[in-house]
């Protein structure tokens, strides 16, 4: 399966964006779709994550109670609601499909091209 990115931009602090993430191919029921984040000089970042076949989602600390993560199998699209934005949000977001529920960037594949967000002060 390829997955490609998109939805990224400029917003100012506070803002809010949404990201999709494309799936090409059979995404199976048994994956976990995730989003990381990588910023200039840092590793890539667990954002969220959540389970193709039911609706169980989980977040990393930084963001949890501001994006939220979500899907639709019909169309094979994940998404990311990014709001109350913050300039340490900016990075280079990516999704990825693993196969468990985990926050380590190793267990998770399929990278796409990324999108990159900015969020100015």
């Known amino acids: 399966v390829q997955l490609q990115a998109s939805g990224g931009g400029l917003v100012q602090a506070g803002g809010s964006l949404r990201l999709s993430c494309a799936a090409s191919g059979r995404i199976y029921s048994s994956s976990i779709m995730a989003w990381f984040r990588q910023a200039p000089g840092k590793e890539r970042e667990f954002v969220a994550g959540i389970r193709w076949s039911r609706d169980y989602a989980y977040y990393g600390n930084s963001v949890k109670g501001r994006f939220t993560i979500s899907k639709n199998n019909a169309e094979n699209t994940v998404y990311l609601q990014m709001n109350s934005l913050k300039p340490e949000d900016t990075a280079v977001y990516y999704c990825?499909?693993?196969?468990?529920?985990?926050?380590?960037?190793?267990?998770?594949?399929?990278w796409g091209q990324g999108t990159l967000v900015t969020v100015s002060s």
């Open positions: 990825g499909r693993g196969s468990t529920v985990t926050t380590m960037a190793t267990s998770f594949g399929n």
